[in-house]
């Protein structure tokens, strides 16, 4: 027999009940807005007075009130115990009330009826007396129904079922819990604690942690990554806590999550992109099926407000960065003008706008893979040509505009991010353009001789000459060609942005290669 949890509940008089008692008990959670607890409260009353203290007989009220409308109702002498906070009919797994269960002296279970069924409580009477050593109470079973259905228990309402999970010694949840003062407004405690981005967030409740917590299947203690610089393990829970923060669904948890594993890796660096002074900042782009069941916007404003799932996504990773890793403003986070990006950025790929294979199949996914792809990237910032109707011309004005990000001088570059817009993509699709064929219009476009890319005192920024010896580089060598970007494939397009308008964008990006950042790709695990 399974041993009943351990309590200790108030009565009606204000006395301690403690359970198990070292005698049989009958305990039966009722609530008063139940008809049918109404209806067997008097039997339980019978069974208490028949069986005279060879055996508790405890009513076990669910909420503070009701039970003393119940007590007031039918008179009660036996003694009713008081779970308004419902945290013993939570242990006792209580569902439906009425809720009937017989334990031994042990406070072994013996029996447990749900509901109400007539000849199952009669049974339950004639074993709770026999082990009492007592005639059972004299009812007249014939004015009852033979069957009532029970009531949902309050342990089920919505918010409280999630509370009293929160409560559990078993519950998922092992964060530091804050309390604050009930007078205090929680959303400016929150400013105060220095635990935003500068925009309120939503307190992170542990009932509001629970529910982002259905978002994912993975243990709500696995460590996620460690984030620097401060080094400290995000496990699943603390993510769920920064995704509440910043306004997230459940649904999207796992998409932080990937990101959160793609930003944490020793390819993207998230300790050099968050403390440089040039401003760089995680962008996520999101491929594959997840990006319609999320309902994230790859059209209108796609780099811009007005899409929950767009927004929130990037900025909880920006919140566990700053409040798991440290990475805050004016400490490790010492950028010089940073950009709006700094809040947020994160996108899906317009896939069925592209005339290209999308991004994630490109990096080697499947199609039908979820993928998040981050970037280091400064803010985006639009490429206009309304004039070019080939994909000859209008892949000259992408290598003109990409030449300036950083500095137009400064070669060879690492990776940036060309958005193109729907328009300009059909442009491409008709012209039978390939990715690869746009990148190198890119490279030809924007290389330069090393005359023009060479620091000198007209323009400080530059190839230093020294690169090619003391000397600096001859007559033969000022005449190359230097390309803007180390390699065509440093350029990574893909297709964003509403259908009216030949308007693109480009996302300078941060020091690149092994001695920087790195995009990492990494499929979503829903």
């Given at each position: 027999?399974?041993?009943?949890?351990?309590?200790?509940?108030?009565?009606?008089?204000?006395?301690?009940?403690?359970?198990?008692?070292?005698?049989?008990?009958?305990?039966?959670?009722?609530?008063?807005?139940?008809?049918?607890?109404?209806?067997?409260?008097?039997?339980?009353?019978?069974?208490?007075?028949?069986?005279?203290?060879?055996?508790?007989?405890?009513?076990?009220?669910?909420?503070?009130?009701?039970?003393?409308?119940?007590?007031?109702?039918?008179?009660?002498?036996?003694?009713?115990?008081?779970?308004?906070?419902?945290?013993?009919?939570?242990?006792?797994?209580?569902?439906?009330?009425?809720?009937?269960?017989?334990?031994?002296?042990?406070?072994?279970?013996?029996?447990?009826?749900?509901?109400?069924?007539?000849?199952?409580?009669?049974?339950?009477?004639?074993?709770?007396?026999?082990?009492?050593?007592?005639?059972?109470?004299?009812?007249?079973?014939?004015?009852?129904?033979?069957?009532?259905?029970?009531?949902?228990?309050?342990?089920?309402?919505?918010?409280?079922?999630?509370?009293?999970?929160?409560?559990?010694?078993?519950?998922?949840?092992?964060?530091?819990?804050?309390?604050?003062?009930?007078?205090?407004?929680?959303?400016?405690?929150?400013?105060?604690?220095?635990?935003?981005?500068?925009?309120?967030?939503?307190?992170?409740?542990?009932?509001?942690?629970?529910?982002?917590?259905?978002?994912?299947?993975?243990?709500?203690?696995?460590?996620?990554?460690?984030?620097?610089?401060?080094?400290?393990?995000?496990?699943?829970?603390?993510?769920?806590?920064?995704?509440?923060?910043?306004?997230?669904?459940?649904?999207?948890?796992?998409?932080?999550?990937?990101?959160?594993?793609?930003?944490?890796?020793?390819?993207?660096?998230?300790?050099?992109?968050?403390?440089?002074?040039?401003?760089?900042?995680?962008?996520?782009?999101?491929?594959?099926?997840?990006?319609?069941?999320?309902?994230?916007?790859?059209?209108?404003?796609?780099?811009?407000?007005g899409n929950r799932a767009n927004a929130t996504i990037g900025r909880a990773l920006k919140l566990i960065l700053r409040n798991i890793g440290g990475a805050k403003p004016g400490g490790v986070e010492r950028s010089t003008?940073?950009?709006?990006?700094?809040?947020?950025?994160?996108?899906?790929?317009?896939?069925?706008?592209?005339?290209?294979?999308?991004?994630?199949?490109?990096?080697?996914?499947?199609?039908?893979?979820?993928?998040?792809?981050?970037?280091?990237?400064?803010?985006?910032?639009?490429?206009?040509?309304?004039?070019?109707?080939?994909?000859?011309?209008?892949?000259?004005?992408?290598?003109?505009?990409?030449?300036?990000?950083?500095?137009?001088?400064?070669?060879?570059?690492?990776?940036?991010?060309?958005?193109?817009?729907?328009?300009?993509?059909?442009?491409?699709?008709?012209?039978?353009?390939?990715?690869?064929?746009?990148?190198?219009?890119?490279?030809?476009?924007?290389?330069?001789?090393?005359?023009?890319?060479?620091?000198?005192?007209?323009?400080?920024?530059?190839?230093?000459?020294?690169?090619?010896?003391p000397g600096g580089p001859n007559a033969e060598q000022l005449k190359t060609l230097v390309p803007k970007f180390a390699a065509a494939g440093n350029i990574h397009i893909v297709v964003a942005g509403g259908q009216a308008?030949?308007?693109?964008?480009?996302?300078?990006?941060?020091?690149?290669?092994?001695?920087?950042?790195?995009?990492?790709?990494?499929?979503?695990?829903?």
């Amino acid at each position: 027999m399974t041993a009943l949890p351990s309590f200790v509940l108030a009565d009606q008089a204000g006395g301690a009940r403690r359970f198990p008692p070292g005698a049989p008990a009958v305990l039966c959670f009722v609530k008063e807005d139940c008809p049918t607890s109404n209806m067997v409260v008097p039997l339980l009353e019978a069974l208490y007075r028949a069986l005279d203290g060879a055996a508790r007989v405890w009513l076990v009220g669910q909420e503070a009130v009701g039970n003393a409308l119940l007590v007031d109702r039918y008179r009660l002498t036996a003694p009713m115990l008081d779970d308004s906070a419902l945290r013993v009919s939570y242990v006792y797994a209580v569902e439906i009330i009425p809720t009937l269960v017989l334990a031994d002296g042990e406070g072994r279970e013996q029996g447990r009826l749900v509901g109400y069924r007539k000849d199952e409580w009669q049974a339950l009477f004639a074993a709770a007396a026999r082990l009492a050593g007592r005639d059972g109470p004299a009812i007249d079973w014939d004015a009852y129904p033979d069957w009532r259905p029970g009531c949902g228990s309050r342990t089920l309402e919505p918010g409280i079922a999630e509370r009293l999970q929160a409560e559990s010694a078993n519950g998922p949840l092992r964060a530091r819990r804050i309390d604050i003062a009930p007078g205090d407004d929680e959303f400016e405690f929150m400013f105060d604690q220095g635990l935003t981005d500068g925009l309120p967030v939503v307190p992170p409740t542990p009932e509001r942690v629970l529910r982002m917590l259905t978002g994912t299947r993975r243990d709500s203690q696995q460590v996620v990554a460690v984030v620097p610089p401060n080094m400290a393990p995000a496990t699943v829970e603390k993510v769920a806590a920064n995704a509440v923060m910043a306004g997230c669904k459940p649904a999207y948890l796992p998409v932080v999550i990937a990101a959160l594993e793609a930003v944490c890796t020793d390819e993207f660096n998230i300790h050099g992109v968050m403390a440089t002074t040039w401003g760089a900042s995680p962008c996520i782009v999101v491929n594959g099926p997840i990006r319609a069941r999320l309902g994230m916007n790859p059209g209108v404003q796609a780099l811009g407000s007005g899409n929950r799932a767009n927004a929130t996504i990037g900025r909880a990773l920006k919140l566990i960065l700053r409040n798991i890793g440290g990475a805050k403003p004016g400490g490790v986070e010492r950028s010089t003008l940073a950009s709006p990006a700094k809040y947020t950025m994160c996108f899906p790929e317009a896939q069925e706008a592209s005339p290209w294979e999308p991004l994630h199949v490109e990096r080697g996914f499947e199609h039908t893979d979820s993928v998040v792809t981050v970037f280091a990237l400064e803010g985006p910032r639009g490429i206009a040509d309304q004039i070019s109707r080939t994909g000859h011309a209008l892949a000259a004005s992408f290598g003109l505009a990409l030449e300036s990000v950083w500095h137009p001088k400064v070669r060879p570059y690492g990776d940036v991010l060309l958005v193109v817009c729907p328009e300009h993509a059909e442009t491409l699709r008709q012209d039978g353009w390939s990715k690869a064929r746009v990148r190198e219009r890119i490279q030809a476009v924007a290389a330069r001789p090393l005359c023009d890319v060479l620091r000198s005192d007209e323009c400080g920024e530059g190839v230093p000459a020294g690169r090619w010896g003391p000397g600096g580089p001859n007559a033969e060598q000022l005449k190359t060609l230097v390309p803007k970007f180390a390699a065509a494939g440093n350029i990574h397009i893909v297709v964003a942005g509403g259908q009216a308008g030949k308007f693109s964008a480009i996302f300078g990006g941060w020091v690149g290669g092994p001695a920087g950042s790195m995009p990492v790709s990494r499929r979503i695990d829903e």
